[in-house]
T-cell receptor
Framework: DTAVSQTPKYLVTQMGNDKSIKCEQNLGHDTMYWYKQDSKKFLKIMFSYNNKELIINETVPNRFSPKSPDKAHLNLHINSLELGDSAVYFC?????????????FGDGTRLSIL | RKEVEQDPGPFNVPEGATVAFNCTYSNSASQSFFWYRQDCRKEPKLLMSVYSSGNEDGRFTAQLNRASQYISLLIRDSKLSDSATYLCVVNMYPTGNQFYFGTGTSLTVIP
């Protein structure tokens, strides 16, 4: 009965490959997010998405693309992986129309690029 | 200037001590505020929301000062299990439902 679940938990792959990380939430939330946490531990927003709009952090390379088949899922696809993509990626969700509601996080996907 | 700024610490305190963290935010239109806790190699978890009048949850007290644009977290009677990184989070809704995280403050409670 995990609220926000991500798969895989660990992903080790070679530079240049294309990979996807999946995220699902069963909280009935309408907004989902992807964050990147690098070795310095700073949580950086990459995308936020609800059924109305996609907000993209302009610093995110276009090799990263979110894909949402429905409002309970927001997957992250990464093309041409680079060494600098190594990080922990967290998915989160929230009730988008209610500003005082916090985010709930998945337990992260640890991506290592060889 | 970053949207949310925190002193990264580390704060090393003995068990039983009282410790306080502050966090400043840049956008006066910010609407909602939270403290999260992140343990090593784990996801951030909500510790408490921060309400305008201040709020308390057991040993934890959160305060908001809109005039000076900062929020604070006070931990009383520190326990070893309080050792973690504490993240200050600000939501800019309705200008955009985006949550901005501080860099976190590291706390270690020493026996």
């Amino acid at each position: 009965d995990t609220a926000v679940s991500q798969t895989p938990k660990y992903l080790v792959t070679q530079m240049g490959n294309d990979k996807s990380i999946k995220c699902e939430q069963n909280l009935g939330h309408d907004t989902m997010y992807w964050y990147k946490q690098d070795s310095k531990k700073f949580l950086k927003i990459m995308f936020s998405y609800n059924n109305k709009e996609l907000i993209i952090n302009e610093t995110v390379p276009n090799r990263f693309s979110p894909k949402s088949p429905d409002k309970a899922h927001l997957n992250l696809h990464i093309n041409s992986l680079e060494l600098g993509d190594s990080a922990v990626y967290f998915c989160a969700s929230s009730l988008g129309d209610i500003s005082n509601q916090p985010q709930h996080f998945g337990d992260g996907t640890r991506l290592s690029i060889l | 200037r970053k949207e949310v700024e925190q002193d990264p610490g580390p704060f090393n305190v003995p068990e039983g001590a009282t410790v306080a963290f502050n966090c400043t935010y840049s956008n006066s239109a910010s609407q909602s505020f939270f403290w999260y806790r992140q343990d090593c190699r784990k996801e951030p978890k909500l510790l408490m929301s921060v309400y305008s009048s201040g709020n308390e949850d057991g040993r934890f007290t959160a305060q908001l000062n809109r005039a000076s644009q900062y929020i604070s977290l006070l931990i009383r009677d520190s326990k070893l299990s309080d050792s973690a990184t504490y993240l200050c989070v600000v939501n800019m809704y309705p200008t955009g439902n985006q949550f901005y995280f501080g860099t976190g403050t590291s706390l270690t409670v020493i026996p």
